[in-house]
């Protein structure tokens, strides 16, 4: 049970809950710049200072490296972290964040939720497979144009047969994809 600023009533004497419950959890990870400051937490180790944990969370943000950064990326993700992000994490016992300081440590609670993280480091940014379904669908799109203006002289049903034999070819290499990577995943080491 959480009073109504969402630290547990099973707290320790400090106030720090001795667990969080899964409503907690969801709540927590369900933005992303959360996410990425315990992955970079579990990356580093003890303390970091806020402009580090910023800069690094905004060059992921924005695809780039901390040096090719510009000011407003590294000022948006600050102030969003320093006034949001962060005291949200401190509330719930996860992190430690001295504002005056600013440092931030993580506490076991942190580690609790490094599962959770599993699976959703990489971002749909680098997966290949939307792309590769939209250059099908638009290849497709193209031959039906060309049949619909006259360019290319194929009958409809054909080329409804064609469309379906792509889109099942994607589907069928994504799905095999999937459990290669999944048994691969599994497979002991």
Do not use: F
Request: some cysteine.
């Amino acid at each position: 049970m959480t009073d109504g600023q969402g630290v547990s009533l099973d707290a320790e004497p400090d106030g720090v809950p001795a667990q969080l419950e899964p409503d907690d959890v969801y709540h927590i990870l369900q933005t992303r710049r959360r996410r990425d400051v315990l992955r970079y937490l579990h990356r580093t180790e003890g303390r970091v200072r806020l402009r580090a944990l910023a800069e690094q969370v905004a060059a992921w943000e924005a695809g780039t490296t901390v040096d090719d950064l510009t000011s407003s990326q590294r000022q948006r993700v600050y102030i969003s972290l320093y006034q949001t992000h962060l005291p949200k994490l401190d509330t719930h016992g996860i992190i430690d964040y001295d504002k005056d300081r600013g440092t931030i440590e993580p506490t076991p609670l942190a580690a609790d939720l490094v599962p959770y993280l599993t699976g959703l480091e990489s971002s749909t940014d680098r997966d290949p497979w939307p792309r590769r379904y939209a250059a099908a669908i638009g290849s497709c799109g193209l031959v039906l144009a060309a049949i619909s203006v006259g360019l290319v002289s194929i009958p409809w049903a054909l080329a409804a047969a064609g469309v379906t034999v792509v889109i099942a070819a994607v589907t069928t290499v994504h799905a095999y994809a999937v459990r290669e990577n999944s048994e691969s995943n599994s497979r002991p080491q």
